[in-house]
């Protein structure tokens, strides 16, 4: 990686917080050019060496703004841009500390203009992307009810082909026209994305399939976005899939990439994430011929007790293989306990392995044939029962020990609107209380839903799903019959808006209250 004129050589006691890290962790800090890959295990201050790192890196004379650090979620990202605010301060300000998604947003907020796009575009999530979907559908009049070919199923072979950098133009012109189903996909598929472009709105997986198309076909755009990124470091590399280690591989054709990740802790595949990437880099780093590539292990774990650690590495040496297409379980990748515990008898962690696969055996008492996950929740419950009947000792408050109750116990899920209420259900019938967390999603509640949708309208007016979605929220008070009405009054319209003006600009009992909202909408507009 080209170094920065003005860096500066450091002692190790000079550090912002390089004396609380143990050698493995000091040795990736320090490790600042060429490819660096981290196998960092569970708890094992990996977020730490990471803002230590870029803390080093600007007190060795690294400007902020050639840092870019790339997280998998936006609480991680905000974890970790606390953490460095709180070593370097409003330093930190100038870099990009962000999600993937979000790093892709502020490329294209800046450069997509080049694809023909307005900046201010709208980004629609899956229930905006099923809207439109759904009219594409009635636009083709093909049936939305087809359980052959539908809307959803359509959406996931979409999401597939941007995935694999596939327009709708390729699409098409390589299809068999004697495949009915391809043939629909492809006028589908088309329909979808001219009506997106007509919204000028992107949807999710759009944010990283522009990205790519981007950097492809403006070479000198890459080349700004690689000028600016000279260090760039991305945690959670395991969970990456092929487009988003090509943006990576993009960006950091000259410079230094920093990549933290462990295969164990991988959780994305359902969305087509693809761990071997990050093995396959790790296996070219450990026996790189070059000392500028390294490979390096983090494996003490500061957050559990030695027996839970026990437990997980029992788990990991069994599941995990190299006749898996997973890595093999080495001592070296064995987690440690780095919090000094020494064992103890009063904890212990237990595996219980379920076949939960033939229904001969899934009936309840009364011969009803139970899901897999109805008789996961019944084997939970009867555990927990047994475990209370039996007086099961537990610490007190005091370091006393007293017999287990209901709400010495925790049970985590991985979806809780579809297993809670099974599991409740469960725990009842054997008499234990329960309290589960049911409570709305803050962004799914239908007051901030028409708030949001009336932020997008003002941010992008030409939507076509923003502007009537806030005006027939009680905010506006809009009836679908009444937006039936406006849109019929410029059926050749290209947007909503131009409907709704052209029904303002009417003498029908609705351009008064049409007229009214565009005044009040404007206003808004203007403020922005």
């Known amino acids: 990686c080209e170094k920065s004129g003005n860096r500066k050589e450091m002692g190790e006691n000079d550090m912002i917080g390089f004396d609380k890290l143990n050698d493995m962790q000091k040795k990736a800090v320090l490790q600042t050019e060429g490819p660096v890959?981290?196998?960092?295990?569970?708890?094992?201050?990996?977020?730490?060496?990471?803002?230590?790192?870029?803390?080093?890196?600007?007190?060795?004379g690294v400007k902020p703004w050639n840092i870019l650090a790339?997280?998998?979620?936006?609480?991680?990202?905000?974890?970790?841009?606390?953490?460095?605010?709180?070593?370097?301060?409003?330093?930190?300000?100038?870099?990009?500390?962000?999600?993937?998604?979000?790093?892709?947003?502020?490329?294209?907020?800046?450069?997509?203009?080049?694809?023909?796009?307005?900046n201010q575009f709208s980004i629609y999530d899956s229930d905006d992307q099923?809207?439109?979907?759904?009219?594409?559908?009635?636009?083709?009049?093909?049936?939305?009810?087809?359980?052959?070919?539908?809307?959803?199923?359509?959406?996931?072979?979409?999401?597939?082909?941007?995935?694999?950098?596939?327009?709708?133009?390729?699409?098409?012109?390589?299809?068999?026209?004697?495949?009915?189903?391809?043939?629909?996909?492809?006028?589908?598929?088309?329909?979808?994305?001219?009506?997106?472009k007509e919204n000028n709105a992107l949807d999710f997986d759009d944010l990283i399939y522009k990205t790519v198309l981007l950097f492809r076909q403006f070479p000198d755009v890459l080349e700004k976005y690689q000028e600016r990124f000279r260090y760039i470091m991305v945690d959670e590399y395991q969970d990456t899939n092929g487009l988003q280690d090509l943006i990576f591989r993009m960006l950091a054709a000259d410079c230094s990439l920093f990549m933290v990740g462990d295969v164990k802790q991988s959780i994305y595949r359902f969305r087509r994430a693809d761990p071997t990437i990050f093995l396959r880099r790790r296996?070219?780093?450990?026996?790189?011929?070059?000392?500028?590539?390294?490979?390096?292990?983090?494996?003490?774990?500061?957050?559990?007790?030695?027996?839970?650690?026990?437990?997980?590495?029992?788990v990991f040496e069994h599941l995990m293989s190299q006749a898996?297409?997973?890595?093999?379980?080495?001592?070296?990748?064995?987690?440690?306990?780095?919090?000094?515990?020494?064992?103890?008898?009063?904890y212990r962690t237990e595996l219980h392995i379920l076949n939960l696969a033939g229904e001969d055996d899934g009936g309840d008492e009364d011969g009803i044939l139970l899901s897999a996950t109805e008789r996961e929740a019944v084997y939970v419950a009867s555990a927990i029962q047994s475990m209370i009947d039996e007086g099961f000792p537990v610490s007190g408050k005091?370091?006393?020990?007293?017999?287990?109750?209901?709400?010495?116990?925790?049970?985590?899920?991985?979806?809780?609107?579809?297993?809670?209420?099974?599991?409740?259900?469960?725990?009842?019938?054997?008499?234990l209380a329960t309290d589960a967390d049911k409570r709305?999603?803050?962004?799914?509640?239908?007051?901030?839903?028409?708030?949001?949708?009336?932020?997008?309208?003002?941010?992008?007016?030409?939507?076509?799903?923003?502007?009537?979605?806030?005006?027939?929220?009680?905010?506006?008070?809009?009836?679908?019959?009444?937006?039936?009405?406006?849109?019929?009054?410029?059926?050749?319209?290209?947007?909503?808006?131009?409907?709704?003006?052209a029904c303002a600009d009417g003498e029908t009992a609705l351009s008064a209250r049409a007229a009214g909202f565009l005044r009040r909408f404007d206003a808004m507009r203007l403020t922005v």
């Open 130 to 196: 099923e809207k439109i979907m759904r009219e594409a559908f009635k636009r083709l009049n093909m049936s939305t009810t087809d359980k052959s070919f539908s809307v959803k199923g359509a959406m996931s072979i979409i999401s597939h082909l941007k995935e694999e950098m596939t327009s709708w133009e390729d699409y098409a012109q390589h299809v068999d026209k004697n495949d009915l189903k391809a043939v629909r996909i492809a006028k589908v598929y088309q329909t979808y994305q001219k009506m997106l």
């Open 324 to 346: 898996l297409g997973e890595m093999a379980y080495s001592e070296a990748e064995r987690l440690r306990c780095g919090r000094g515990d020494e064992p103890n008898a009063l």
């Open 37 to 60: 890959l981290i196998l960092a295990g569970a708890g094992s201050g990996k977020t730490g060496a990471l803002t230590v790192r870029i803390a080093h890196l600007l007190e060795t």
């Open 398 to 431: 005091d370091g006393d020990t007293r017999p287990c109750r209901c709400g010495d116990f925790a049970i985590l899920l991985r979806n809780m609107k579809n297993r809670a209420p099974i599991y409740c259900r469960a725990l009842q019938a054997h008499g």
């Open 440 to 501: 709305e999603a803050f962004f799914e509640t239908s007051e901030i839903t028409a708030l949001v949708a009336l932020l997008r309208a003002v941010d992008n007016p030409v939507g076509g799903l923003d502007l009537p979605a806030c005006m027939a929220s009680p905010l506006f008070g809009f009836s679908f019959d009444d937006l039936a009405q406006i849109r019929a009054a410029n059926e050749r319209a290209g947007c909503f808006l131009d409907s709704l003006i």
């Open 70 to 118: 790339i997280t998998f979620t936006n609480k991680a990202a905000k974890e970790m841009r606390e953490r460095v605010e709180k070593l370097v301060g409003d330093t930190a300000r100038d870099m990009w500390i962000s999600t993937f998604h979000s790093t892709c947003v502020r490329i294209l907020r800046r450069e997509i203009q080049h694809l023909d796009y307005e």
């Open 283 to 314: 296996d070219a780093y450990a026996n790189a011929a070059d000392p500028d590539c390294q490979a390096i292990v983090l494996s003490d774990n500061f957050r559990s007790r030695p027996e839970v650690l026990s437990s997980a590495n029992l």
